[in-house]
């Protein structure tokens, strides 16, 4: 259900599994064994600002107090583990950092523009918890991520891979009186940090050598194994309509390994990698009678034709054009499969 923006499991995603793990536990903890402690945790402005408590901008701005906003929250950064696999975990560090900063800086500025323009008296406690930086993570997850349509409703409705993801910040946006404030924030923090504006990707960042020290010390506690299960058939299924979904996972499957074996070669040999040698199987299965009885003959059929917007939305999100030609062709304009492939590796 929550798969959509690549496979499963938290494989290559340690950052994404340290934030599930370390923040959850401590809401429960928390919640449940220790309230007394939730007045250290709360996200007090007025503190902030008149009793200089500058501390709360920490503690109240990482562990949610409200365990719904705590599952909500989890599993949008489950969601958005394809930019830590997409970006390396430093670069995804850095992106979090950023926006967490900016954002307490924006909190402060539409707390007091909402009062000095509108003159509605917010409230002191905002919500606490690591919500902006996940808020900001919707920025290149709109830019970025591709649309494709999964499902028609209601005439010009549809829904995509992507529906789902908005559907949950919405219920993480709705879910308390003056959540709008952090979420306003985060979006802004993240379109400062993702537009680089006045250079504060290079200001806030984690630097070389801490990156290195943090891979050398919590990689290894929370780093997952690579996933190797083969993923569910859909449950109500034909018999016929198993044995295709069954054959197409195959053919991905073989197309990840065959191209796990020769990636390693590729700067030796220079230029890019013959997709049509490689992966001739998933053209070719489109046109296999999967009923039982003879098989249709087969036709030599022209070279596929690419479409220039499939290629364009994946060379915005980082690769090159001709590693999109070869990705497209050899998933039959399947702008999902070749998304997701060439993100995994």
């Known amino acids: 259900m929550f798969t959509s923006t690549g496979s ?24 449940l064994l220790l309230p007394h402690c939730q007045k250290f945790f ?54 979090l950092l950023g926006s967490w900063v900016l954002s307490a800086l924006f909190d402060f500025i539409l707390v007091e523009a909402v009062q000095c323009l509108l003159g509605v008296s917010v409230a ?26 999964v499902a028609q409703i209601l005439g010009p409705l549809s829904i995509t891979n992507k529906t789902l993801i908005y559907i949950l910040g919405l219920q993480l946006f709705t879910s308390g009186s003056y959540i709008w404030i952090v979420a306003m924030s985060g979006l ?63 053919d991905r499957q073989l197309m990840l390994s065959q191209f796990a074996q020769v990636r390693r070669q590729r700067q030796q040999q220079g230029g890019m990698i013959n997709w049509n040698r490689l992966f001739p199987p998933l053209r070719q299965r489109r046109n296999i009678n999967y009923q039982d009885g003879p098989r249709s003959e087969q036709r030599p059929s022209p070279p596929l034709e690419v479409s220039e917007e499939q290629v364009a939305r ?13 990705a497209l062709r050899a998933s039959n304009n399947d702008l999902n499969v070749a998304t997701n492939f060439l993100l995994q590796h």
């Open 8 to 31: 499963s499991g938290l494989y290559k995603a340690p950052l994404s599994k340290s934030l599930l793990l370390i923040p959850s536990a401590l809401s429960l903890l928390l919640t």
């Open 42 to 95: 709360v996200y007090d402005l007025h503190a902030v600002k008149n009793d200089y408590q500058i501390w709360r901008l920490i503690c109240g701005r990482i562990i949610c107090l409200d365990l719904k906003d705590a599952f909500c929250s989890g599993l949008l950064i489950y969601n958005f583990r394809i930019f830590e696999r997409r970006y390396g975990s430093r670069k995804f560090a850095s992106f």
């Open 124 to 149: 002191s406690n905002l919500p606490s918890g690591f919500l902006a930086p996940v808020f900001a993570l919707f920025v290149p997850f709109h830019c970025s991520i591709p649309r494709v349509q």
């Open 188 to 250: 802004i923090s993240g379109m400062c940090y993702d537009r680089k504006v006045l250079q504060v990707h290079q200001v806030l960042c984690i630097p070389g050598r801490m990156a290195q020290f943090f891979s050398w010390a919590l990689e290894p506690i929370f780093s997952s194994s690579e996933p190797t299960s083969e993923a569910r058939v859909g449950m109500g299924a034909t018999v016929d309509i198993q044995r295709q979904q069954r054959m197409e996972q195959l």
């Open 314 to 326: 994946l060379m915005e999100m980082g690769f090159s054009r001709g590693d999109a030609l070869e």
